[in-house]
């Protein structure tokens, strides 16, 4: 057995043609943290044995995997992030050499499943059946654009799958992020960006495990009820977003990501991420009046599904890349 530091952890990740089946990876995803591993629940026999001890005996009733990884947003890889988030894909192109790939909300309660490869200086293990329980994405000033997910899974098991190596991938940073607010999803194009100091949204899937008799691993892990929510710091130069706040007013959202440093093949499409939410109400805002700085204002958000328009609560979520295709 040997020591090792956390960088020498690889994270190989697949999408599950097959729902629990696992799949060999097609992705090697760098990680900034990394948490996933082995979980168990216990019963344990508690009864009187006329001593004073409270515990004879533990079982292990159930076996899954449970964690989080965090990254940096890359242009190629991340789709199957969004896949999982999602559960709806489809693909057009190429167009200029590049592909544009669309993910929708699936209605229904067993998203796509990854599968995930982590091997390290002691093993090499493969989990089924990865569920996406949330999703981070955020946006800070003078740093890569970085994402936190947490992840389901049934228990891990040896394997001698590999890897692949690290594919070369766009990022995003700061001069690489649009925000826009509209009246409704048609007028976003024409709206002018926000001039923002920091940007965070969390989907939220609330997954949990389906567990039965007869078996210590989960038959399956479902994702529930979607929910989305977020904040943006900028400056207080406006009462605008607190009276967002106090009159109720509801706007629809952009957040575009793409990388003008480069094209994708030869052509002259830039790698880009959007996603566009036609609902969005304000619940609570917060100014920052530090003595010696601007004074800034952070106010949260919440998206909603728009009923009058027949509009999903993520209305868009493309990618824009070359990869060919997420279903493989």
């Known amino acids: 057995m040997s020591k090792y530091i956390g960088r ?3 994270l190989g990740i697949a999408r599950e043609s097959t729902r629990g089946e696992g799949a060999s990876p097609v992705y090697e995803v760098p990680t900034t943290s990394f948490s996933f591993d082995d979980k168990v629940v216990k019963a344990r026999s508690i009864g009187g044995l006329s001593k004073i001890s409270d515990s004879e005996e533990a079982f292990v009733t159930t076996k899954y995997g449970q964690g989080d990884v965090e990254g940096e947003i890359r242009s190629k890889s991340f789709g199957l992030f969004l896949y999982a988030m999602l559960g709806g894909y489809s693909v057009v192109g190429p167009t200029d050499e590049a592909y544009t790939h669309s993910f ?6 067993q998203h796509q499943s990854l599968a995930f490869v982590v091997s390290d200086e002691n093993t090499t293990e493969l989990y089924k059946l990865v569920m996406l329980d949330s ?6 000033l003078d740093q890569v654009v970085t994402y936190s997910a947490s992840f389901m899974s049934k228990a891990s098991r040896d394997t001698g799958l590999t890897i692949p190596a690290v594919v070369n991938e766009s990022k995003f940073t700061k001069k690489h992020l649009s925000i826009k607010l509209a009246s409704d999803i048609s007028s976003l194009g024409a709206a002018s960006t926000i001039a923002i100091k920091s940007y965070n949204l969390k ?5 949990a495990i389906d567990d039965v008799l007869g078996t210590a691993e989960p038959e399956d892990i ?3 009820q979607l929910g989305v929510e977020g904040s943006i710091t900028l400056n207080y130069e406006a009462e605008t ?3 967002y706040m106090k009159n109720g007013t509801n706007r629809a959202m952009q957040i575009t990501l793409t990388n003008t440093d480069n094209t994708i093949g030869a052509g002259t499409t830039n790698p880009s991420f959007t996603l566009e939410l036609p609902k969005v109400d304000f619940f609570d805002w917060e100014p920052s009046y530090d003595l010696d700085d601007i004074v800034t204002q952070t106010i949260s958000f919440k998206a909603n599904r728009d009923v009058a ?14 990869v060919v295709t997420y279903d493989v």
Do not use: A, G, M, P
């Open 309 to 322: 328009n027949s509009q999903d609560i993520i209305y868009l979520c493309q990618l824009v890349n070359d």
């Open 135 to 140: 999703l981070e994405i955020t946006s800070e």
């Open 203 to 207: 989907i939220n899937k609330n997954v």
């Open 104 to 109: 929708t909300v699936s209605q229904s309660n």
């Open 222 to 224: 479902h994702n529930r």
């Open 8 to 10: 020498l952890v690889n």
């Open 241 to 243: 977003y607190k009276n």
